[in-house]
């Protein structure tokens, strides 16, 4: 790419401070500097996100953070009883607080805003692109079924909301969601009414994504080629260019708990994966239910706090086929026991692990010259043109 092309380029990034949604953003927006680097890069998220990302990187030229208002009030106390608090919070602020910061960068990079790219979550990445006549990229952070959901919530209340509606009753009128049953869909999902927060930010989303220039998702085609396939059809321009973990030019957080190094000291195939989200948590007997059977299995683990949702749950069990949920959803001593020891102990658990192998050289073909470096090189073009 000339340096003629992308030496005006300026181009605001709008990250949804959250859980872990701002470092794989970042990691994406790493990657294209570096394709890019006459372009600049404004990154906006709250100064509480921003010290987490840059705190351990260098001096960057391309890329410059901008604090907006986190909407919290001056006396404000976390509240542990509703997690979702400080989002909401936050929500009330949109947009304006992105704007007002956008309107400083401008001023010190010297250049007009060129192109927008978003967490998809900001629904109104749309309307600002709209306004100044831009193109709006947004990056759908989770997986490409909870992305298609999302888009076709309307269809999916038609067919599965309202009361009465057995909890087995399968998705079959989406491609590739036959074994997706309608007590995986998130609850919120169903509603009619609007709900505020989260819920709605997600229908607003699913409205607008039809309008950006290129949908971006940190994944590969191959892993759910069915719902890439619908997606493909929905949106204009859908590009999986991941997984990112693979392409970026180097680590956004460090490690402090060594976690790496210690599973490097693991035998192959040994160490659980626990995973719950990052703001919602099983209740406190249900945490100690899980701890026990830990503690009894004597298997070495992993407890990292990323984003989950039953979905994710029949995905990986029914699907993929690469782990296991907890028996009848609720965390207990015998159900974990269970579920250790079919991962670690049987012949479904030896398959669960090749099944993980296959995944993994499917996901180094994508980032090695295959659809995710493709991808890139379109998602590169539309951002710089």
């Known amino acids: 790419m000339s340096e003629a ?3 005006l380029k300026h181009i605001a990034v709008l990250a949804f401070p959250f859980a872990t949604h701002a470092p794989p953003l970042f990691s994406l927006i790493r990657r294209l500097s570096t394709m890019a680097p006459q372009a600049k890069f404004s990154f906006f998220s709250t100064r509480e996100s921003n010290n987490k990302i840059f705190s351990n990187q260098g001096r960057m030229e391309s890329i410059k953070p901008y604090n907006v208002n986190d909407g919290l009030p001056e006396d404000y106390m976390i509240s542990f009883a509703n997690p979702h608090e400080r989002v909401e919070y936050f929500l009330k602020a949109v947009p304006g607080n992105f704007k007002q910061a956008m309107e400083v960068a401008v001023q010190v990079i010297g250049r007009e805003i060129t192109c927008i790219i978003s967490d998809a979550f900001f629904w109104f ?5 709209h306004e100044l006549h831009v193109p709006w990229v947004p990056l759908w952070t989770a997986g490409p079924r909870p992305l298609l959901l999302h888009l076709e919530t309307d269809l999916v209340r038609q067919k599965m909301g309202g009361d009465g509606v057995p909890e087995d009753r399968t998705m079959d009128f989406l491609p590739g969601f036959s074994e997706i049953r309608a007590a995986d869909i998130p609850k919120e999902l169903l509603h009619e009414d609007a709900i505020p927060g989260i819920p709605a930010m997600l229908y607003k989303m699913g409205k607008m994504l039809p309008r950006a220039a290129a949908g971006v998702l940190s994944s590969w085609e191959k892993l759910d080629p069915d719902v890439v396939n619908q997606l493909q059809s929905r949106l204009h321009n859908f590009l999986e260019v991941g997984p990112l973990v693979l392409t ?10 060594c976690c790496l190094e210690w599973l490097d000291k693991q035998k192959r195939g040994s160490v659980l994966y626990v995973c719950f989200g990052s703001m919602i948590m099983p209740p406190p ?13 004597d298997s070495p683990f992993l407890w990292p706090f990323f984003g989950d949702q039953a979905l994710n749950t029949r995905t990986v069990e029914a699907i993929w086929k690469i782990g296991v949920g907890i028996e ?11 579920a250790i020891k079919l991962i ?10 090749k099944n993980v192998e296959h995944l993994q050289d499917l996901a180094l073909d994508a980032v090695s010259n295959g659809s995710s470096s493709k991808n890139f090189e379109a998602l590169l073009e539309v951002v710089t043109k």
Do not use: W, Y
């Not at 007997?285 to 299995?297: F, G, K, M, V, Y």
């Open 5 to 7: 092309k992308n030496d």
């Open 125 to 129: 990445g749309a309307d600002i692109a």
């Open 248 to 257: 970026s030019p180097d680590p956004v957080v460090s490690d402090p708990q």
């Open 285 to 297: 007997h249900e945490l100690a239910e899980l701890a026990e059977a830990l503690e009894e299995c």
């Open 328 to 338: 009848g959803g609720t965390i207990t001593k015998d159900g974990v026991t269970k």
């Open 344 to 353: 670690l102990s049987t012949e479904e658990g030896e398959k669960m692990r």
